[in-house]
């Protein structure tokens, strides 16, 4: 499928409050004289739509340039106004909320700085557009059936001290280091003789997969060395670190110099990775680049792996921008698909997660800015009962930019089995 150009221009809007704004417009292209809202025109409007930044304005206009040379005004001014209605609403099917869109009109004997809000001008002849503002708090619907899980089974637990510094030792390699006095608690709290630790462990793709995870961060796309998901509670109740305070983590990881530490925020029903701006990662190899406290060594002189510094518990993650230029948006309809459906992309040859999300009112996924001429896998599934619901499908990325997933009904040792094929 050809990925048609959207047509954007600039003009000078009046502001709400009073000032002049510089606004993009992109034209949405109807058939000739036509108003019925084809699936091109959805494409159109949905392309649109998408390439606005958050919290930033974009005008729908909706006249060619031939429609406004050879149409009479009460033409135009029908023509136009039927088309943005119908745009409105396919806006409104798709999420977009009512109280960030404004349908407009410019008096045909006024300059486009004039546009006016027409529902006060019913009878105004003029060209009927639709002003919209994509707000930064504006979800994005991602295909994911639910959250991150945490497996209770996997939870490693351990007790420290309040007081004094202290380390836990995970199954997988990972080692933290708590600071003495690192919470807000315990030497305040005379009730408080010991903090309880919780820690799961996510470094294989199929760990990652299992619970959920991805890897973006503000849609821009992250490879990671290992995650990491921490709790610590005193008598229950759970605790923070104290404004300041660092913990030491160490990863069995390959050290790469463009690692960066990044905290997990759960929003859109994933987690959205942000850069921890104070922490840092540093080799260990024998030697560190940072300091490395004496306890990490124990008999093990030529430890091999990572230290990162940070200043957060909850979700941690190891990780680097994976940045190219040559990219692809890739479109997948997946048949039977619903609100408890997930839909993601494995890469093979890293450990790299994408979720799709929805692109349109139909219910079609997009992944962004794929890297052309990767390995991956692209999978919609869904547990039915006892079974899986599965629609998967092995392909080479940049060869095509439209993909069909049909669902099929699967055992879980079956769907498992395709899951541990991810490492």
Not at 115 to 127: C, K, L, V
Request: with cysteine; proline share 4%.
């Amino acid at each position: 499928m050809k990925t048609p150009a959207i047509l954007l221009m600039f003009f000078v809007l009046s502001s709400a409050v009073g000032q002049n704004k510089e606004i993009p417009e992109a034209f949405i292209m109807f058939p000739q004289s036509s108003n019925v809202i084809t699936f091109e025109v959805k494409y159109y409007i949905d392309q649109a739509y998408d390439k606005i930044p958050y919290g930033e304005e974009l005008i729908f206009t909706f006249l060619s340039k031939d429609e406004c040379k050879n149409k009479n005004t009460g033409c135009k001014t029908t023509l136009s106004k039927s088309r943005a209605d119908l745009a409105y609403e396919y806006l409104l099917e798709k999420g977009v909320m009512e109280k960030d869109m404004k349908r407009i009109i410019v008096p045909f004997d006024k300059k486009k700085k004039d546009a006016i809000d027409y529902r006060s001008f019913t009878n105004q002849n003029g060209e009927y557009s639709i002003l919209v503002y994509k707000s930064s708090d504006a979800p994005t619907k991602y295909a994911v059936g639910e959250g991150p899980v945490l497996d209770p089974a996997k939870e490693q637990k351990f007790i420290i001290s309040p007081c004094y510094e202290d380390f836990v030792y995970c199954s997988q390699g990972t080692t933290i280091r708590f600071p003495e006095n690192a919470f807000y608690t315990g030497c305040e709290m005379a009730s408080c003789d010991t903090l309880n630790i919780s820690v799961w462990e996510f470094y294989s793709k199929e760990d990652m997969f299992n619970a959920g995870l991805t890897t973006l961060s503000n849609r821009k796309m992250l490879v990671s060395g290992g995650m990491i998901y921490i709790k610590a509670f005193c008598n229950g109740r759970e605790l923070e670190l104290r404004p300041g305070m660092q913990i030491d983590i160490t990863m069995p990881v390959k050290y790469d110099d463009n690692w960066k530490v990044f905290e997990g925020n759960e929003k859109d029903n994933v987690v959205n990775w942000a850069e921890d701006k104070e922490g840092n990662v540093g080799q260990i190899n024998g030697e560190s680049n940072i300091e490395v406290p004496g306890e990490y060594w124990g008999e093990n002189e030529q430890m091999i792996g990572i230290l990162m510094k940070s200043s957060n518990l909850g979700w941690i993650n190891c990780d680097l921008f994976y940045e190219v230029e040559n990219t692809q948006d890739l479109f997948v309809q997946v048949d039977r698909i619903d609100e408890k459906t997930t839909v993601c992309m494995v890469f093979h040859d890293m450990k790299s997660i994408l979720p799709g999300y929805y692109f349109n009112a139909d219910k079609a996924i997009k992944f962004e800015k794929v890297p052309r001429g990767k390995k991956v896998t692209i999978m919609a599934f869904k547990k039915d009962g006892n079974e899986m619901l599965v629609g998967y499908k092995q392909l080479l990325t940049g060869l095509d930019n439209k993909e069909g997933l049909a669902m099929q009904r699967m055992s879980l040792k079956d769907f498992e089995l395709i899951v541990k094929s991810f490492n």
